[in-house]
């Protein structure tokens, strides 16, 4: 696909880090690449930053139209797609309300039959609340130059008058992709519970992701109220998980044998781009099915949502290491505690668990490059804390500092690249150079990973996983297919899946999250 031309912003700032790309949170699909720098600087120089649009037409903004061509583009990609789309499917009312058995009274006094908690077709949740004055602004995210507000309105979610299903005639599938994910199990019990407040009387596990719809040992597993009760009153997935699957083809076999009408699959970026082949799939052979995604990572790490299900229960259950290592480097001479945390492109569990605990001396992520060794790199620092303070503690992303590593071409069942332990290689340099310079050190280090990710979800994340899987369920009947569901400027709302899986969300290091983070560390730019 072709790129627009850069556009080129220039202010004044003082660094001499080099020049790196990354992808931004807010770019909502752009590729931002910028001049970065730290909170210590050393020369003088220009940020610039660059927007290349990666799917849409080239912009020139001379044209005095360009908002138009803009916002042209930008309703076509987010427009939701739909079963009538494809095939001549009749709405009816729907089965859903929420009223009670008696006629409400309205304020006069009179018997009112209408319930007003509908969302109507045309409602829109804005994308974008902030207005940036200029480009050099901390987390700017411009269009063009003059950072010209231009409104971006995508899909409310929640239950409408009219549906596109017979509930007494649907077969609902549930399946569960990836890893696990603090929250997955009250996702599975708030779809069954809506699906049944619609009158849906058979549903249907999937058991060990895709992987069930192929392996003949794992059968379907019956799901009504009873079955699902109390199993958010645990951890990891009550289908099982698992990664990689069969042909997208074979799937849809699987789905049109198995005579399902709505698949809700709950998994991060790369479960996404399979749920959003298998509705293309389903699509080019003119099935009535609705393929509706659940985003699920701890990672934070999916585009345009304010966080996915997981992160906030992962971020607290990461601080008991990260004070379990504080303890040790406190109590020891010359003690330093080294937390390593999941976060494979993104630092986002990195990021607020230092936040949160107020005690961490350095926090390292993938989106911020770093040096080890020389004056201003981290090994220098750590020296600093020990002349200083006594002790240090720091907290590192596992995908951070992997250029230090051997690189392998290894990767696991669902295609990504096989990291290197950047925790157990931290460590080694740590001990390594504190020998070297004759000074006494006491590293411990803790890889809390596989705690993080198989705890019951927190009262923050069963509050969103229940949210969720109700609208997956109205975004279903409502007869849109190939869409997720998610928290956008704190308003549930319904995204094409190819916009949320374009490329990974990462933190962005002129963000104001993140200078909180530098803020709350004290720590140096490591470059």
Known sequence: MALASPVDYAGTFTSSQKHHSFVMPGCNGLRCSTIGFGNKSRAAGHLVVRAMSMDRPKLDFSNSNWKDQFQEDFDRRFSLPHLTDIIDVESRPTTFSLK???????????????????????????????????????????????????????????????????????????????????????????????LEKYGVKNIVGIQHGFRGFFEDHLAEVPLNRHVVQNINLAGGSFLGVSRGGASISDIVDSIQARRLDMLFVLGGNGTHAGADAIHDECRKRKLKVSIIGVPKTIDNDILLMDKTFGFDTAVEAAQRAINSAYIEAHSAFHGIGLVKLMGRSSGFITMHASLSSGQVDICLIPEVPFTLDGPNGVLRHLEHLIETKGFALMCVAEGAGQEYLQRSNATDASGNMVLGDIGAHLQQKIKSHFREINVHSDVKYIDPTYMLRAVRANASDAILCTVLGQNAVHGAFAGFSGITTGICNTHNVYLPIPEVIKTPRLVDPNSRMWHRCLTSTGQPDFC
Do not use: M
Not at 171 to 194: E, F, M
């Open 100 to 194: 009670s058995r008696a006629p409400l009274e309205n304020v006069t006094g009179s018997s009112e039959e209408s319930w007003n908690g509908y969302v109507n077709d045309d409602d829109r949740a804005l994308l974008k609340v902030i207005k940036f004055a200029s480009p050099t602004s901390a987390g700017a995210d411009c269009i063009d130059p003059d950072c010209s507000w231009v409104e971006q309105w995508v899909h409310r979610a929640g239950p409408r008058k009219q549906i596109y299903f017979e509930p007494q005639c649907v077969k609902a599938g549930i399946v569960t992709c990836g890893g696990l994910c603090p929250g997955l199990n009250d996702v599975i019990r708030q779809i069954v519970l809506t």
